[in-house]
């Protein structure tokens, strides 16, 4: 089964935490700490393997977590890293973040790898928060939790030439003809439910790979008859060859076919009306063809070059590979534009413009939110006196407690971050937890 949408969550492993411990060793009086960190969670990697040709496997498993990573133990030893999980996907796969739509990398090379949920840092053990002030504290992190989100997978395929024109013009009979590929052909529209892939080779050395796309109709850049999810085939392509069905054979006027077509590729993405493009006047073989053709040529003869073709009888069909192959390595050693940004690969990281925010819900609590205030929150373990004391020194000095006498707490109103809820003190008096 053809699928080229996918919707998937992924979450790096947590963290592991760091442990309290000392040494307690014969003969040695006051060892001193030795509590060892937490190993750090694996990562989410997306991998780009041109084997494969479909999100199948994604539509059907949707979550995926990466291993967490082990706890500290005693005598400084370090807890293991967590494994990492790696997805494999088609290349020519966009990733986007699922919430904001925003593209966050284009999987566009074999072997192209990409974290897209970072694995949790570990929990440093009690040896880590040794100081001239404090030589034994017994003060442990708890791991930090992974990354997750959720990404929207959407498969654009890689191809040199895309072939386009309305239904049952004869573009699957045209790309079983020159190539290996074998869609299915039917005398009936959309006989072709998904795009179909074909290598044409010319000689030693020359190939280029076609994409056979569904048929479009009138209203396409709006979704009308899985438009989106055709014509979202094209935007890769260098060189588009347009399908005729110049004997009219369908009922439909050839000229009023390529003009629909055209303005549809324009409605959806103005740049691919101007990409080079080829007119195949397919099915010569039928009556009415020829007269047609000079129709055609009178019309666009000046913008377009037009190889009249039969893909049943091959006739044409030479001429017409020979000549694509020649302009696609014209474009190929043109180099001068500029590459799309879709096109771009691009780092997955999370951009934060405040370190936290202070809110006031309908009930009067205060509450604090921001990822570092909230990284903060979970690597604290709430039953150890040191670590909540040094959980509030973190939020006075982050200004925390500024802001939030600037919004107006006062002694005893409820603060919230998540699902831990506190007391409002001033800063130098305790800070105690209130269990929720």
Request: net charge neutral; hydrophobic share 40%.
């Amino acid at each position: 089964m053809f699928y080229d949408r996918a919707k998937i969550y992924v979450k790096g492993g947590d963290g592991g935490n760091g442990i309290v411990a000392f040494r307690r060793e014969k003969y040695v009086p006051r060892g001193g700490p030795a509590g060892g960190d937490g190993g750090g969670g694996g990562d989410i990697i997306l991998f780009g393997d041109e084997g494969l040709h479909t999100l199948a496997d994604l539509h059907y498993q949707k979550h995926y977590k990466a291993g967490r990573g082990e706890h500290g133990q005693g005598k400084n030893r370090h807890g293991a890293g967590g494994s990492d999980r790696l997805l494999k996907v088609p290349v020519g796969t966009v990733v986007k973040d699922a919430a904001t739509q925003n593209i966050l990398v284009d999987i566009t090379r074999h072997g192209q790898q990409v974290i897209v949920a970072n694995g949790g840092r570990g929990g440093r053990g009690n040896t880590r928060f040794v100081s001239a002030l404090n030589r034994a504290p017994r003060l442990a992190e708890n791991g930090e939790p992974g990354e997750e989100r959720w990404l929207t997978l959407e498969l654009k395929l890689l191809a040199d030439v895309g072939l386009l024109g309305f239904p049952n013009v004869g573009k699957s009979t045209l790309i079983a003809a020159v190539s290996a590929a074998r869609p299915k052909i039917a005398d009936y529209p959309f006989t072709t439910l998904t795009p179909n892939l074909g290598v044409v080779r010319l000689g030693e050395g020359q190939s280029f790979v076609m994409a056979d796309i569904p048929g479009l109709i009138p209203g396409a850049h709006t979704g009308a008859g899985l438009g989106h999810d055709f014509l979202r085939h094209i935007e890769r392509t260098c060189l588009l060859i347009h399908v005729l069905d110049i004997a009219g054979s369908e009922g439909r006027d050839p000229l009023d076919d390529f003009a629909v077509i055209n303005r549809e590729l324009a409605l959806f993405k103005p740049e691919l009306a101007e990409r080079p493009m080829v007119i195949a006047a397919n099915k010569m073989d039928l009556p009415d063809a020829t007269a047609n053709l000079a129709r055609l040529e009178k019309a666009v003869g000046s913008r377009y070059t037009i190889f009249p073709v039969s893909a049943v009888t091959r006739q044409g069909l030479a001429p017409l590979l020979h000549h694509v192959y020649k302009l696609l390595t014209e474009v190929e050693t043109g180099g001068d534009e500029e590459p799309s940004p879709e096109h771009l690969v691009v780092k997955v990281t999370s951009t934060v413009l405040d370190r936290f925010q202070v809110d006031r819900d309908q009930d009067g609590v205060f509450v604090v939110s921001g990822p570092e205030v909230e990284r903060h929150l979970a690597m604290t373990n709430f039953g150890n006196d040191e670590a909540v004391g040094r959980f509030q020194r973190i939020l006075t000095t982050m200004g925390v407690d500024r802001a939030l006498r600037e919004l107006g707490a006062k002694d005893g109103d409820l603060v919230r971050i998540k699902q831990v809820e506190f007391d409002f003190v001033d800063p130098g008096r305790s800070f105690p937890e209130r269990e929720r």
